[in-house]
């Protein structure tokens, strides 16, 4: 049982590149969801979606893509990334039907734009 | 629109002192509430949370905290710290009506002193 695992762990781009950033569980939870960490700004929500075929746009949405075809997975993709969207990812989890539920968190991925 | 502060941005303890980690918040309902911890490198893990019922909650690692209606706090406290216990501390507020509304905190760091 692996959890919530991403990949990369690290990751540098030039702007104006593309990238998936990928995230897969493997506890059949209907939510995941995408954050950034800022330093000061704790994590703001880019995308989130509560089942296969169903995405919906966070906080901080613009500049990030999503889809979800499985319930393991949830990509975030990067169409021209930017050096605004050097951050800190972080992929999590949570069985929906609990209201006040416990998300669960991948190790996260370190992006720097330059 | 609901909001979290923790107005301590660091905080260095000595081992074996007590420790209080502040949070406020502003909702307009009774919210549910969150402490996350951060490890170096890691991920996010779930300390503890309030839902309803007791205002005195119990989590892992030997943390509590108190929720206060009056004061829309929620602190974090432990009564001996362990070196152990140096990571970034995150506060956060979830609406009831709906699970994707957890607003995150800027977070609190705690460095412990041998």
């Known amino acids: 049982n692996a959890g919530v695992t991403q990949t990369p762990k690290f990751q540098v781009l030039k702007t104006g590149q593309s990238m998936t950033l990928q995230c897969a569980q493997d506890m059949n939870h209907e939510y995941m969801s995408w954050y950034r960490q800022d330093p000061g700004m704790g994590l703001r929500l880019i995308h989130y979606s509560v089942g296969a075929g169903i995405t919906d746009q966070g906080e901080v949405p613009n500049g990030y893509n999503v889809s979800r075809s499985t319930t393991e997975d949830f990509p975030l993709r990067l169409l021209s990334a930017a050096p605004s969207q050097t951050s800190v990812y972080f992929c999590a989890t949570e069985r929906l039907g609990r209201i006040g539920g416990t998300q669960y968190f991948g190790p996260g991925t370190r992006l720097t734009v330059l | 629109a609901q909001s979290v502060t923790q107005p301590d941005i660091h905080i260095t303890v000595s081992e074996g002192a007590s420790l209080e980690l502040r949070c406020n918040y502003s909702?307009?309902?009774?919210?549910?509430l969150f402490w996350y911890v951060q490890s170096p490198g890691q991920g996010l893990q779930l300390l503890l949370k309030y839902f309803s019922g007791d205002t005195l909650v119990q989590g892992i690692k030997g943390f509590e905290a108190e929720f206060k209606r009056s004061q829309s706090s929620f602190n974090l406290r432990k009564p001996s710290v362990h070196w152990s216990d140096a990571a970034e501390y995150f506060c956060?507020?979830?609406?009831?009506?709906?699970?994707?509304?957890?607003?995150f905190g800027p977070g609190t760091s705690l460095s412990v002193i041998p």
């Open positions: 956060a507020v979830g609406m009831k009506t709906s699970y994707d509304k957890v607003i």
């Open positions: 909702y307009g309902a009774t919210p549910y």
